[in-house]
């Protein structure tokens, strides 16, 4: 989702510099390729586009303009109000060799209606029509942007037409998606917005209850503000219309310019209280109630004009608000404590919308904390906002700052460890331990000293650097935890004079260290907080780092061969299943080896079983060097491997195969006593049926190829034919 897209209405603030770059062009008109790695794709620039400025087009003369149409990129269709109908030409072309099942999303929720229609034998064929003109419910697929599945016929050209009307600002970013990828990034989206709304209102709840126990004028002007806010944004985001009003596209076209004026003045009410500018700024206070009393008027216009005009309408009242924010910001500065959290949370917004509008000029990079900007910027707004009404009460004694302390200690510890359950590597696990030891002392430096051969070294360090020549650990420090203050000697080394130290001893089966955490100034942790820190990571941080060394040892047991270090056939097994069912469920290809070592049982008997044993991981380095890159490669039991190929032909495999049995054959087995042993291997393959096939025959079929190998007299790769049975390479 653009938020650019969303808050053109600053535009004329905060893009004079901007709006002198240069627009990029982009190829257009020519065939988009679609090949078989498509995950997404922004195909905006790469259409063209007719504008029909008086409606009068129909599908059946539109195929005579397209001489006419011009590429996207070099028009300024995008940022109007029109009553025109925008043809947006979208030619596909199926570079591979199967269907592809795809979704074409327009990321402008608020478009009035858009019809996708599909080209075929010189005429247009409408294949869905959807919008906030029509009820929410039309819609194939429920989502809040603009969705329509398509399909492309392999090897094959296909030209969509969507044909776009709209009363508000007209902007079509046009994003091709696989629908396994799409539903990966809709889930991403999905929780960020769930979190970014959960919180704002959390806020608002909040906020009530200060409002009702305070009854503090101030806090209702804020509620407001924040709900025609988050409103707002629900709006500009689709899910008003998916969730709230998706039954009255009446409304639906108004809302949005309602919103708008609506956070606007409760904005403007909020400031003017919270700052007193009555006192501080008599004539601005004065300039802000006539601003707010059209405003209310203004209130009305979604109801009584067109929603391109009520759009204009909120347009102007939003850009008159941003200059008064502005003027505010000048005028009262940081003269108070309520001047700055107003300075710093409206500043957080703008940074927001800046860094967001530069990304859309591709000015600077579009990362994902770039694009929500304004929703970050937003967050920090409303918390900030807030923070500085509850400044005002002061109710905290002594006693309930310290159970406070204790409940952030005691919340951030259980925290803390809730993460490190899921670390699934030791180094890390200590990393997050010094960590969070250094976020509960608020202490800058921390060293994690471990203990080996070789003595004391230091194996993780923030902040301050420690000499390692000059490490030293007492032995008390090792029976127990220890908070110190007030230290006047440098202790493991330490360059500076420090004044607070807190140690915490680690004692498991594999691993003896200890941690340090110090403060070269004089701190604020008192000696409480210590202790309920040192009781608790004592306790708890050994048990997870043991239950991760046992974690550790069971899944290398449970993953793989313990002679070869290949999956073993379990493991393979879990792996394979779930892969072969998504590449079949593609109508994919995917191949089978069945690997066996030629004449084994002489080798072991005549070299040993230690030998034997040697050949067997010789035989399974070459398998996994040669395959690993393309499968997945396991132990089948004794002699014989497994390899799955997804994605693979039989062709592809034949190729694979063979290079396997060359590879085999050139390298030897180096033996004790300077001689060497050659050997080996026969491979059986099969080759899946797209739809057709499951595992358990891909299995046969590949052991049946295996053994006409060994009858043709092994060293040589057999590929599995229904009709012929099996053929020789």
Not at 84 to 108: C, D, F, G, M, R
Not at 382 to 398: E, P, Q, T, Y
Not at 564 to 572: V, W
Request: glycine share 4%; charged share 20%; hydrophobic share 45%.
């Amino acid at each position: 989702m653009k938020i650019f897209s969303q808050n053109r209405l600053l535009v004329l603030f905060l893009l004079v510099a901007v709006l002198l770059t240069p627009a990029q062009k982009a190829l257009a008109g020519q065939p988009i390729s679609i090949g078989n790695s498509l995950d997404e794709i922004n195909i905006t620039n790469k259409t063209s586009i007719y504008i029909d400025y008086y409606d009068k087009i129909n599908p059946k003369s539109i195929l005579g303009k397209q001489k006419e149409f011009k590429p996207f990129g070099e028009t300024d269709a995008s940022g109007s109000i029109s009553t025109a109908s925008y043809w947006i030409n979208v030619p596909l072309t199926n570079s591979s060799s199967s269907e592809k099942e795809l979704l074409l999303e327009i990321k402008k929720p608020h478009l009035s209606s858009v019809t996708l229609y599909r080209e075929v034998a010189g005429k247009l064929i409408e294949e869905d029509t959807i919008g906030y003109s029509l009820p929410f419910d039309v819609r194939q697929i429920k989502h809040k942007n603009l969705l329509f599945p398509i399909k492309l016929k392999a090897d094959a050209e296909q030209d969509y037409f969507l044909k776009i009307k709209t009363e508000t600002f007209f902007q079509a970013p046009i994003v091709l998606w696989d629908p396994i990828a799409f539903s990966t990034n809709n889930y991403l989206s999905q929780t960020g917005n769930g979190i970014y709304y959960g919180v704002m209102i959390a806020m608002i709840i909040y906020n009530c209850f200060l409002f009702f126990s305070l009854r503090e004028k101030t806090y209702l002007y804020y509620i407001l503000f924040v709900i025609g806010f988050t409103v707002m944004q629900l709006i500009w985001d689709g899910y008003a219309f998916q969730f709230l009003w998706g039954d009255f596209p009446w409304w639906a076209l108004r809302s949005n310019s309602f919103f708008i004026i609506f956070s606007s003045i409760f904005a403007l009410q909020f400031t003017k209280h919270f700052l007193q500018l009555n006192i501080v700024a008599p004539l601005l206070n004065k300039l802000i109630n006539w601003v707010v009393a059209v405003a209310v008027v203004s209130l009305l216009s979604p109801f009584m004009v067109a929603p391109s005009i009520a759009t204009m309408i909120s347009t102007v009242i939003a850009t008159v608000f941003v200059g008064f924010i502005i003027a505010i910001a000048i005028t009262v500065r940081a003269t108070s404590r309520e001047a700055v959290y107003f300075l710093a949370a409206w500043g957080l917004l703008v940074l927001g919308v800046i860094v967001n509008l530069l990304a859309a000029y591709k000015l600077v990079p579009l990362y994902a904390v770039i694009q929500n900007g304004p929703k970050i910027g937003a967050l920090a707004e409303v918390f900030i906002l807030s923070l500085g009404l509850a400044d005002k009460i002061k109710r905290i004694n002594l006693e309930k700052e310290k159970e406070s302390k204790k409940y952030y200690i005691q919340s951030l510890l259980h925290n803390s460890y809730k993460r490190m359950e899921e670390i699934e590597d030791t180094p890390a696990l200590i990393e997050s331990g010094l960590k969070t030891l250094q976020e509960a002392t608020n202490f800058p430096n921390g060293v994690f000293l471990e203990h080996g051969q070789d003595g004391w070294n230091i194996s993780v360090q923030h902040g301050q650097t420690i000499d390692a020549n000059q490490l030293t650990v007492a032995e008390e420090l090792m029976n127990k935890p220890q908070f110190l203050a007030n230290i006047h000697n440098n202790p493991f080394g330490i360059q500076n004079d420090i004044h607070s130290l807190l140690t915490i001893p680690v004692k498991v089966a594999k691993k003896e260290g200890l941690f340090v955490v110090f403060d070269e100034n004089q701190g604020k942790l008192q000696n409480f907080e210590a202790k309920i820190i040192t009781d608790s990571f004592a306790d708890q941080f050994p048990r997870l780092l043991t239950k991760l060394e046992n974690y550790q040892n069971l899944k290398v047991s449970a993953m793989f061969d313990h002679l070869t270090n290949l999956y073993n056939r379990k493991y393979f097994f879990e792996q394979i299943t779930e892969l072969f069912q998504i590449t079949n469920s593609f109508h994919d290809q995917s191949s089978l080896f069945l690997i066996d070592i030629d004449h084994f049982k002489s080798v072991n008997d005549t070299y040993g079983h230690m030998i034997g044993d040697k050949a067997i991981v010789f035989a399974a380095n070459i398998i996994h060097k040669v395959c690993h890159t393309s499968g997945i490669v396991g132990r089948y039991g004794g002699e014989e491997f497994i390899v799955f190929l997804p994605n693979t032909s039989q062709q592809q495999a034949l190729l694979l195969a063979k290079r396997l049995v060359a590879e085999m054959q050139q390298e030897e087995l180096q033996l004790e006593n300077n001689s060497s042993l050659a050997l080996t291997i026969s491979v059986g393959f099969s080759t899946s049926k797209p739809g057709k096939s499951n595992l358990h025959q891909l299995i046969l079929h590949a052991d049946n190829a295996l053994y006409q190998a060994k009858e043709q007299g092994r060293n040589r790769a057999v590929a599995y034919q229904e009709k012929v049975r099996s053929q020789v390479y």
